[in-house]
């Protein structure tokens, strides 16, 4: 054995040795004792009126729980036609061409704007990114539901957690369900090549992880939107449903499947956490800050919190085909509801996806309410710890007297 194949030996075991102390901790942090729940996020746009009545809670009958909320307007009869065809058969981006716009940067309004924002625009017209680590074979077979996961590479324990929960890859009902995480590169320049190996380890276990090769960071969220839709548009042709989420939010896939069924007549599903007439924050502390100058407009169009929504496969493919003819926004929730206008599809609210928040009191009983999170579809926020514990609790002998519904 040469020197340096000695080298590569020890560092492999080097690496699978820190691996399994990441995972131990992961697993042994905490001994079943729930920390308070604290629910609570900051919509991306200043409180609509429909949400100052958050208060009650009351029962209703399961029968009625799904139809609750499917009134709609109908589908328009002239919708904009979308062009399915030639289809890629693999990942067609295989080298990173993004250079700096600076021709931008002499446009009047540009030198007001924020950093961050200027960072933005620069890059604003690199599209597309090569992919790093790829699983073309996920969709083949009969998957009925895939679960979708935005994540970063530092957050492994999350991703570990979901994997026992709601991520499992499992059939249900005789429905294949199968998960995958969608991910960029580490922002952190001294451990990046640190994270990339363990993160490619992890992979090598679950064969799971999607990343392409762009930067993690926040104003990045709407390229993996549109990598996820092109991902999903080039392998994914058949599979009817998605469920798209956060990595700290609870997921009840016999809830989703239950609706799903319930809403098999609807064309064109898009079911969230729905905001309506939701105004762009213009306060510049605010993490959703967004200037005139990038959006000028009073309201943003209806789009449901990226926190976890629901969609039907054949509108992912008219989504990805659409989000290609638009610029780029910074929120990634936002730009899919640019998109849904575009093809004049109205997303549909239903109350069992709770992305924004659930009781304004951080203290209200319902937030660790079993029960509770037994009749939901998307509940977020919970730590990992507090994900798994809900998990059990929904899970075991839980006798509920009927759906519960908020609102
Ligand atoms: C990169 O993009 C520029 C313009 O966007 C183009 O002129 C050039 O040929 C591209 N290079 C590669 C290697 O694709
Ligand atoms: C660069 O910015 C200028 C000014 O906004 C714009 O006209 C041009 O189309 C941009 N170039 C690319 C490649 O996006
Ligand atoms: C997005 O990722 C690209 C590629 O890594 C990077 O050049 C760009 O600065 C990132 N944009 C933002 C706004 O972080
Ligand atoms: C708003 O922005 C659009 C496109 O960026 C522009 O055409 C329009 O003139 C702007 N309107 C106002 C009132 O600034």
């Avoid at 640019?338 to 009983?365: R, W, Y």
Wanted: hydrophobic residues 40%; proline residues 5%.
């Amino acid at each position: 054995m040469t020197t340096r194949d000695r080298w590569r030996v020890i560092k492999t075991v080097g690496l699978m040795f820190l691996l399994a102390v990441v995972m131990l901790t992961v697993f042994q942090r905490g001994s079943g004792r729930m920390n308070q729940f604290q629910i609570e996020r900051h919509p991306p746009m200043e409180a609509p009126a429909e949400r100052a009545t958050l208060n009650k809670a009351f029962y209703i009958s399961p029968e009625s729980f799904w139809k609750e909320d499917h009134k709609r307007p109908m589908a328009t009869t002239e919708e904009p036609l979308v062009t399915l065809a030639r289809r890629p058969k693999s990942w067609d981006i295989t080298t990173s061409n993004c250079s700096a716009n600076l021709s931008i940067s002499s446009v009047r309004w540009f030198t007001g704007l924020e950093e961050t924002f200027q960072q933005f625009l620069i890059y604003r017209h690199c599209r597309f990114f090569p992919m790093t680590i790829n699983h073309p074979e996920k969709c083949v077979g009969d998957v009925h539901l895939l679960m979708v996961i935005k994540s970063v590479i530092t957050q492994h324990d999350r991703r570990e957690v979901i994997r026992q929960t709601w991520g499992k890859e499992l059939v249900m009902n005789g429905k294949r369900i199968k998960t995958i995480f969608l991910l960029g590169k580490s922002t952190n320049k001294k451990e990046k090549a640190n994270h990339q190996k363990l993160l490619e380890y992890e992979d090598y276990i679950y064969g799971d992880i999607l990343q392409w090769d762009f930067m993690d960071s926040f104003f990045n969220l709407t390229l993996k939107e549109t990598h996820f839709l092109k991902w999903f548009y080039t392998y994914c042709g058949t599979v009817p449903y998605i469920f798209k989420g956060d990595d700290d939010v609870f997921v009840s896939v016999e809830n989703i499947l239950e609706y799903l069924e319930s809403s098999k007549n609807i064309k064109h599903l898009f079911t969230g956490d729905v905001l309506f007439k939701a105004k762009p924050i213009r306060k510049k502390e605010n993490k959703y800050y967004i200037p005139q100058a990038l959006y000028n407009k009073t309201y943003y169009p209806p789009y449901a919190g990226g926190g976890g929504f629901l969609m039907d496969g054949p509108l992912a493919r008219k989504l990805y085909k659409v989000s290609e003819t638009l610029d780029l926004f910074p929120i990634d929730d936002v730009f899919l509801g640019m998109c849904l206008e575009v093809l004049q599809v109205t997303p549909i609210k239903h109350n069992a996806f709770k992305t924004f928040g659930l009781m304004k009191d951080k203290n209200s009983k319902l937030n660790k309410e079993p029960c509770f999170f037994k009749s939901m579809i998307v509940v977020h926020k919970l730590l990992p710890q507090e994900l798994k514990d809900m998990w059990r609790l929904v899970h075991t002998d839980l006798i509920c007297a009927q759906k519960m519904e908020l609102l």
